[in-house]
Structure formats: C-alpha cells, structure tokens
C-alpha cells in the first residue's frame, strides 16, 4: 500500500457503507446485500467494484435510473433444472443474490441448475457468485452482459460488453481454491476508468482501447471520452465511436477474434437465453443487464469427495509449476484475490485518497461524515 | 486457393479417405466416424485436423500406442443429467462419437447432461462435436485437454493443453449460425506445426510460442525442436522447455493470464470432472485425453421457438455491426468454416500438395495408389 492510502477495518467499512446506503434509501435487506459485494470487493483490491461505486449510484438515484422500488424478482419459467427471472430493474446486487441462492436451493434437488435474468441490473464483482455456489459444495458459473463498452473484431463500433465470466471450483478443502474472473476483453472497463496509474501518468502504454478508427489510444483523457461518448443516450452509439479491445487484441493476428467470441457467447447465454436485452441496447443507468449462473454439484460425477479430491490434485499438480522468477510464482485464478482478503481481514482494507473522498461526499449526502472518519485512517 | 494445390471431391475424399483407414485396419464402422470427421475438417480449411492426420495415425499405429481393438466405452458412473466415460484408450473420434450421441439421448430426456470421459484420445476438429449437439437443437458445448504444449502464465515450463472450447448454438434456421471453437492458447499446436507460412518463411512473426527463458521465439525450426522436445517420454517434460503462449500473450500486461485462467478451467472441467489425467501427464501419443460435453436444451428457458427466434435476433444484432474495412466485415465465430464447407461442397474440397503427399504415402501402404490419383487433381 502506499503512505496516501488509508486503513479501514472490515466490519467497520460494512457498517458505514451500509448505514450511507441506508441513508440512500435501502432498505435494510437492500443495504445488506450491497455492502456485502462491494466491501468484499474492496478487501480483494477489486477496487472497481468496491465502496467507490455508491457515488455512482447516487447519481443513478438522482436521476431516477435506479428503482429501489422495483418489485421482487419474479419467475418467467421454470423447469426442475432450470428457472427464467424477471428482475423488473431492481437493485443488480439484490437480483443476483436472490437468483443465485436459488439456483443453490433448485440444483441441491437435481444436481444442476441453470438460471438466466432478464432486466436486471450491475452485480458488481463477479466471483461473488460463483463463489457463493461453490461455498455451497458446488461448482458455480456466473456470466453477465454490461453497458456496451468493447468492439467486436473489425470494428470500431462499440456494442458489446465486457461481458465478464467467472467459475468456481468446490475442493476438498474448505476454501474454493480456483475462481476465474475475468472480463472478455483485455481490459475491464471499471480498471481501466479507475486506473491510478493511467491517472497519473496520463498514458496508457498498452493495446486495451481503440479510437473510432480502430487506431489505439494511448491518452488516457481521450480513452475516458470514448467511452463516455454516447452514454446520454439509450439508443445505439454511431459506428465508429470507438472502445475496447477483446482479449487477443485488435487484430485476429494475436487472435483477437477469441475474445470477441467469448464476448458474443457471454451475449448468448446471458440476454439469449433469459429473453433479454443484448449490451448493445443497454443504457449507462445498467437498465436491463442479463445473467447467466450455472451451480454444477460434483455429485453428478461419481463420490462427490473423491470428485472434490481430485480437482484439488489437478490444481496441486499445477501450482508445482516452476516460475521463470521465484519471486513470481506461477498462481491459480482467485488466489490474489483469496490472498488480499485473508490480509484485509487481519490487517484492515486498504483505501486510495479517492476512494475516501468519494465516500466522504456520500457521508455528506447521508449525514455520515463523523462516523467515517471515526474509522477511515492513516497506518 | 493457390495454383499447386489440389481438388478433390467431397465424396470421394471420403470413400479413398475411409477405405485407407480401414487398410491399416480400422473396422467399418471406425473408419466411417473417423473420415466425417477428418473430412469434414478438410471441407472447413480446418487442415490441421483433416486428412493429413492420417500418417500421425500410422506411426501411432507403429509404435502401438493407437488401440483399434480397445472395449467400447463403459460407464463409470450416472444420474439422469450425468455421465462418465472410460474411454479405454480406444479412438477418440469414436469415443467422443459414442459420448456426444449419449449426451443428447439423455438430454432428451431431461433437458440438459455434462458428460464427461477420462482414457480417451485426440477426438479433432472440436467444433464437429457442439454441432452435431446444435443440429439435435441443443446448446453444445464441448471441451477436451490435450498434449502438454502450453505454459501457464509467468513460466516457460509446458503443461497444459492447448485445451480448446467450442459452444454451438442452435437458432430458428436450421444450421447453427454460431459455433464457436477456439485453443486458449494465441495459436494451436496444430495450426503452427502446419502452417506453410511459417515453413515457407521460416519466421514466426508473433508472440505465440517462447523458449525455456520465457523469450519469444520467432525461428520457426526452433519452435518446432520445443514443441517436440520430451514428446518421446511419457513423463512430465523438464521444467523451462518453453511452450506455446496463452490467449492474451506471455505477461500479464495485456491479460495472459485470462488465456491461462481458460485453459486452467478446461483442465478442471475434462480430467477433473472426468477423474481422469491432466494434460500434464499426457504423452505424445494423446493416450489419457479427457473430455467434457454439454448439451442444454432450450426448451429449459420457455418456447424452444422463441428461445431459438431470440439468439437468432441477437446475432443478427451484431452481424450489423459496421465494419472498418467494407471488404472485412464483422462476422460471428463458425461464420468462416461454413462458408468454406458450402464452397468446399460445390466445388470440392481444396488439398496443399504437402497434404496430398501425405495421402499418397498412406495410399502406399493400403494399396489405394490407383484409387487416389483417380480423384485427386488440379482445377
């Protein structure tokens, strides 16, 4: 961390996120669910889906983008294996949890489970929920489409989005010890925007963003309008406006084709298969985002402990893997992440100076400002 | 297509292509699974996995690693949405034959089934087997592990498979009009030891493959002595043999390790799910391959129609996108291999002389010398 930055206890960001969200008008319920993803955000350096957000929504709520009055999410269709949602534009948090525990409940009965959502909302950090289903003794699979932020490969029109796929693993051990959560480009919007680095230096040294002639950008000022152009609007940006690149890159040289398939496959099982709406169509207010989880119990494939045991020896296997540099092991997908919350429970959440100024606003909004800074600190 | 290469028609690929394998011996019913798909392949200008694999099959066939007279697949264990396989180290193509067909018979019944097989072999062209799922109406998805030939990310040691994904989507027209299939590596194992670009050029100009110091390799004759080192043993290659590069490149700059995370995850969900061998351990020979298969059904998620009507919207949403380069436009993963097999259906199937030597050798050793001169020719 640096000597700027700021500690704050867990339990101690929970209860002041919260409270502020309250404040906000959520509901207790509401409050909970939100703080829960966005603090357990923040403990694993996930800072783009962290406390940070609230300023975020505050100016959804203002301009009546957010529906904390949204009714429940109700059921569209359902078989023993499978469940189609409404989520009627409520609170994303609070539709994903509420799919996703029943999901768990639906696939404790059948072994698997699939559930799709239609007109929801940002779920903020994806692993979350499949971490969620793992926890359960399942193997989880969270997918959802976002605001139109990245261009397919040969264009420089932005229309999908980031479109981020997370799995989780259940082993033998009490922790999943694999959690893949990654955005199918090469840069996830919420990094990109909230890079200190790119910040500061004003650069962006590599090939995440292209310009509405497919050429990459490498001021960070220009790459913020590009992704910003357009977002007033509900319809579809112009062509060639410009945006992300897929993983691979720009060019199928590298094969920047791959993460642009991956991207449409993410369209396919999230607003494909829930009715929805694709990213294209999806307004900055998140009005409409789809999901796609999937809770796969080991079960179906023989003694669900040997199963359990046996992915815990294949990643073993793995993490023998010699590194090029000692100081660089090679890692499996979640460990930094399980690695920066076991610290940020012991040690406290580390915050940057504009993380806390954007909740010293909310705790203004909120009447917060006292309680904040009772338990936001210098080392 | 160039002037030296050859044409030769659809059908009478296949009958020479068949009546060779069962030459060296395949039975009737191998030989047919086992030329669709090569053939197939070819049809798609999917060379890699065409015909030319034939002489592989010889010298496997040779050196006794390749068992025609293996037990059918057995169960090992299932539920009514689940299956394992043990593969007997027979043919993979039948194998995965055999798998695929028990997939839908049993999604039939219930909707959606994983099945997953351990002690299989190379099954080819992956996209063959979502489709054949897609074309019964089903989602489709199909994964294998392969030969150790990729290095995780911030290592030069090679031990995972080139571990490719392949999704088919069924939509209200009758052919799947998205099949995605892709190597999470930057390029196949098979795309590269095959490519006449490189051999022509003897230059590698792309990050795809590094030594055992992590540098990138651009001498095409030393790629290929990496690629093969250790293939004669049956154990774990020395660490720092160098490898091919995960999808997103060597470091993590341009996310590498997203290529990594996905190769990571299809390791679990073959060998592990299968509790069969990771790609680490297996031998050049591919004895040991897992697979992992998936078909849901989209009648699991309202009227199958209007399920299938809603992913044909989305596409076609996207197929809009406007394009940089008129003469380049944005098309959806399958798009290509299609168009070719259409071409290839019409107007024959496009040979490289350097395949139709390959041919020729096999022909030798079957007698089929006459036969196959009878239908290969240039336009």
Redo the contacts between chains.
């Keep these: 961390m640096s000597k700027r930055d700021y500690l704050v206890k867990y339990e101690d960001l929970y209860k002041i996120a919260k409270e502020m969200f309250m404040g906000l008008g959520y509901s207790d319920e509401q409050a909970s669910t939100v703080t829960e993803c966005l603090v357990e955000a923040d403990s694993r350096h996930k800072h783009s889906h962290g406390v940070a957000a609230m300023m975020t929504y505050v100016s959804h709520l203002r301009a009546g983008n957010l529906h904390l009055d949204a009714p429940a999410p109700t059921t569209?269709?359902e078989?023993p294996?499978?469940l189609?949602l409404d989520g009627h534009s409520g609170v994303g948090y609070c539709i994903a949890d509420y799919a996703v525990k029943k999901t768990i409940e639906k696939a404790k009965k059948?072994?698997?489970c699939?559930t799709?959502v239609r007109q929801a909302n940002h779920y903020g950090f994806a692993a979350h929920w499949s971490e969620m289903m793992a926890k359960e003794g399942f193997i989880g699979m969270a997918m959802t489409n976002t605001v139109r932020c990245v261009c397919?490969?040969?264009?420089?029109?932005r229309?999908?989005g980031t479109n981020p796929i997370t799995?989780a693993?259940p082993t033998a051990d009490e922790e999943p010890m694999?959690n893949?959560d990654?955005a199918t480009c090469?840069?996830a919007h919420g990094k990109l925007v909230r890079s200190q680095v790119f910040a500061e230096t004003g650069v962006i040294p590599?090939?995440?963003i292209i310009d509405g002639?497919?050429n990459v950008v490498t001021d960070f000022k220009e790459a913020l309008e590009i992704l910003h152009h357009g977002d007033d609007r509900s319809e579809c940006p112009d062509?060639?406006t410009g945006g992300l690149v897929p993983?691979?890159?720009v060019t199928e040289?590298?094969?920047g084709?791959?993460?642009y398939?991956?991207a449409?496959?993410v369209?396919?099982l999230t607003?494909?298969?829930?009715?929805g709406t694709?990213s294209?169509f999806i307004p900055l207010a998140h009005e409409g985002i789809c999901f796609f989880f999937m809770a796969?119990d080991?079960?179906?494939?023989?003694n669900p402990q040997?199963?359990k045991e046996?992915?815990k020896y294949?990643?073993n296997?793995?993490r023998k893997?010699?590194?090029?540099?000692p100081e660089?092991?090679?890692?499996?997908?979640g460990d930094k992440s399980r690695a920066a919350r076991a610290k940020a429970l012991k040690e406290g959440i580390e915050l940057s100076p504009e993380i806390v100024d954007i909740l010293r606003e909310v705790a203004k909004l909120t009447n917060k400002e006292k309680e904040l800074e009772a338990v936001v600190h210098h080392e």
Tied chains: 1, 2.
């Design positions: 569209v269709f078989t294996v499978s189609v059948t072994g698997i699939i799709t397919p490969t040969r264009s420089a029109e229309n999908l799995v693993f694999f893949l990654m090469v840069m590599r090939e995440v002639n497919g062509p060639h993983l691979g890159g040289t590298l094969s084709h791959k993460g398939g991956l449409m496959l369209e396919l607003g494909g298969l829930a009715g694709p294209k796969i080991p079960a179906l494939f023989g040997e199963v046996h992915i294949i990643i296997e793995y893997t010699t590194a090029l540099d660089l092991p090679v890692i499996m997908p």
